[in-house]
Antibody, heavy 117, light 107 residues
């Protein structure tokens, strides 16, 4: 049974960097057969695609975040990481990791990150 | 970016009703269209991918159709567990984009 679990800082100050980790269990990231995606959802709003990391290691980011975002994979730890720099209140959201690049068939439960001083 | 719209934004229906949600893309996306259901406080759940393929474990009372720019999600015989917000999402190109959602609740 594939499980994804997000973790990281839940309260971050403006201008600082958000760092989140998605732990994957029940599937082998190192098999290279899947891509992994981050999606966020501001409170009470819709879903925004952040980007994904392809099984080759290539990454694709939302141009609206392109210069601030990076996604990486640590195969030894079965972790997918998200870093988002220069945070503002507009980055307050629930952040989800998910499996897939076309459609997302497994999701983590999400982690609410608040940007506030 | 490909813009996705959904209609209606919300609807109320009775148990057993047939419900239809429409999704439209700003350009031709073929059948690169997926549907999700999200319940309050939970992660979205994949229902249908590639416009009409039912994800494993999803009840057959749900179905999807369409191609090009116009797509439909149909729920036959609405059940209590179907009350949620439904999102469409295009996978034709990056950035992937979602519709604004359609909230379904009981009358």
């Amino acid at each position: 049974q594939l499980q994804l679990q997000e973790s990281g800082s839940r309260l971050v100050k403006p201008s600082q960097t958000l760092s989140l980790t998605c732990a994957v269990s029940g599937d082998s990231i190192s098999s290279g057969s899947h891509s992994w995606t981050w999606i966020r959802q501001p409170p009470g709003k819709g879903l925004e695609w952040i980007g994904y990391i392809y099984h080759s290691g290539n990454t694709y980011y939302n141009p609206s975040l392109n210069s601030r975002v990076s996604i990486s994979v640590d195969m030894s730890k079965s972790h997918i990481s998200l870093n988002l720099t220069s945070l503002t209140a507009a980055d307050t959201a629930v952040y989800f990791c998910a499996r897939g690049r076309l459609y997302f068939d497994h999701w983590g439960q999400g982690i609410l990150v608040s940007v506030s001083s | 970016d490909i813009q996705m719209t959904q209609s209606p934004s919300s609807l109320s229906a009775s148990e057993g009703d047939r419900v239809t949600i429409t999704c439209r893309s700003s350009q031709n996306i073929g059948t690169f269209l997926n549907w999700y259901r999200q319940k309050p406080g939970k992660a979205p759940e994949l229902l249908i991918y590639t416009a009409s393929i039912l994800q494993s474990g999803v009840p057959s009372r749900l179905s999807g159709s369409g191609s090009g720019t116009d797509f439909t999600l149909t729920i036959n015989s609405l059940q209590v567990e179907d009350c949620a917000t439904y999102y469409c999402q295009q996978s034709h190109s990056t950035p992937r984009t979602f519709g604004p959602g359609t909230r379904v609740d009981f009358k």
